[in-house]
């Protein structure tokens, strides 16, 4: 199963919330929200080891 990271710099807006939300149906998603999570090693290493990376 292919691994897709959301990085939020933002509220997501509805249409965000459905593309997230479809994609947790094909994948196997991850959601980081940048406003509030500053552990930069752990957004590196979900980078690194995701296949597909979106921002909004």
Same mark, same amino acid.
């Given at each position: 199963? =292919?691994?897709?990271?959301f990085l939020l710099k933002q509220e997501p807006d509805?249409?965000?919330?459905?593309?997230?939300?479809?994609? =947790?149906t094909l994948a196997d998603v991850t959601v980081i929200d940048m406003r509030t999570d500053k552990n930069y090693d752990k957004i590196i290493d979900e980078a690194v080891s995701s296949d597909k990376i979106i921002t909004w």
């Open positions: 199963m =292919k691994k897709v990271l509805n249409t965000a919330k459905t593309i997230i939300e479809v994609q =947790k």
